[in-house]
């Protein structure tokens, strides 16, 4: 009788990348890769387009995929925002399990480790926490309807319930006029995180199941906070606080603390020193 050997789960990151005429999504993707691999010692696969030139980068992916961008969508300033087609992870990812994450977060710890030693087979975030800027309260996706879940760093195994999920995510982009109406969205251009609350809602039955969640936190940065790099995992945070028509300079340090970056000029300056 031979041995029968278990199959080894695989593990790694998933990244979406697609440029537009200001930002160089796949240099982005690059040094998200590089702290994965270092911090989480995970193998990273990167989705981009034919119009990424890839002979003018250097860094090795696990895997490449190339897929038809849909260039069909706006960003506030009016820009160029290729985010559609985030449903297709399921389906594009090598992996059993997989961390699905923005390129402009950045990794400082092993923190992101955890979601594999728990139990359940999808996890997002539902709750965000802006460094230095105590104000933001928790977004929602219209005035009296839900609170936002978070595409920025989404967890999840190969099974039937992560596939309806992404399935979901799917049918609300392809129908998304219709689903800005039905929830009086205030926003008209198309969001993963609007997606994916609203799937997620469809697939548990329009009730809140918090085994979905990620139990801590995501931080943002946001686009007024500077960081400065201090060290490979430690920066010093300055926050431009207006306080009556003046700018109050406010400042800290964090280490070893994972977190999402908007400004993207600032996410470059940090991987590149």
């Given at each position: 009788m031979g041995i029968i050997r278990e199959k080894t789960m695989t593990r790694g990151v998933l990244l979406f990348a697609f440029n537009n005429d200001k930002v160089d999504y796949y240099a982005m993707a690059i040094a998200t890769a590089k702290r994965a691999n270092k911090f989480l010692n995970l193998p990273v696969t990167v989705v981009t387009d034919k119009t990424t030139d890839l002979s003018n980068y250097t860094y090795q992916f696990d895997n490449v995929i190339i897929v038809e961008a849909d260039r069909n969508n706006l960003n506030a300033s009016n820009e160029v925002w290729i985010n559609k087609g985030r449903f297709q992870a399921y389906s594009l990812s090598p992996y059993d399990e997989t961390l699905l994450l923005d390129t402009d977060y950045l990794i400082n710890s092993d923190t992101l480790l955890k979601p594999f030693d728990l139990y359940d087979d999808f996890m997002c975030h539902n709750r965000t926490s802006f460094l230095m800027n105590t104000l933001h309260g928790q977004e929602l996706i219209s005035e009296h309807t839900y609170p936002t879940l978070w595409a920025t760093v989404i967890y999840f195994k190969k099974t039937e319930k992560a596939k309806q999920i992404f399935e979901c995510m799917?049918?609300?982009?392809?129908?998304?006029s219709h689903y800005t109406q039905l929830y009086n969205m205030t926003v008209g251009n198309y969001r993963n995180d609007f997606?994916?609350?609203?799937?997620?809602?469809?697939?548990?039955?329009?009730?809140?199941?918090h085994i979905h969640y990620i139990p801590w936190n995501l931080v943002h940065v946001g686009k007024n906070t500077i960081v400065h790099k201090d060290t490979d995992t430690s920066y010093t945070v300055i926050y431009d606080n207006w306080q009556r028509g003046k700018i109050r300079k406010e400042y800290c340090t964090v280490s070893d603390m994972d977190f999402h970056m908007m400004n993207k000029e600032n996410f470059m300056e940090l991987v590149n020193e």
């Amino acid at each position: 009788m031979g041995i029968i050997r278990e199959k080894t789960m695989t593990r790694g990151v998933l990244l979406f990348a697609f440029n537009n005429d200001k930002v160089d999504y796949y240099a982005m993707a690059i040094a998200t890769a590089k702290r994965a691999n270092k911090f989480l010692n995970l193998p990273v696969t990167v989705v981009t387009d034919k119009t990424t030139d890839l002979s003018n980068y250097t860094y090795q992916f696990d895997n490449v995929i190339i897929v038809e961008a849909d260039r069909n969508n706006l960003n506030a300033s009016n820009e160029v925002w290729i985010n559609k087609g985030r449903f297709q992870a399921y389906s594009l990812s090598p992996y059993d399990e997989t961390l699905l994450l923005d390129t402009d977060y950045l990794i400082n710890s092993d923190t992101l480790l955890k979601p594999f030693d728990l139990y359940d087979d999808f996890m997002c975030h539902n709750r965000t926490s802006f460094l230095m800027n105590t104000l933001h309260g928790q977004e929602l996706i219209s005035e009296h309807t839900y609170p936002t879940l978070w595409a920025t760093v989404i967890y999840f195994k190969k099974t039937e319930k992560a596939k309806q999920i992404f399935e979901c995510m799917e049918m609300v982009q392809k129908n998304y006029s219709h689903y800005t109406q039905l929830y009086n969205m205030t926003v008209g251009n198309y969001r993963n995180d609007f997606s994916l609350t609203i799937a997620l809602r469809i697939v548990c039955g329009q009730t809140e199941d918090h085994i979905h969640y990620i139990p801590w936190n995501l931080v943002h940065v946001g686009k007024n906070t500077i960081v400065h790099k201090d060290t490979d995992t430690s920066y010093t945070v300055i926050y431009d606080n207006w306080q009556r028509g003046k700018i109050r300079k406010e400042y800290c340090t964090v280490s070893d603390m994972d977190f999402h970056m908007m400004n993207k000029e600032n996410f470059m300056e940090l991987v590149n020193e």
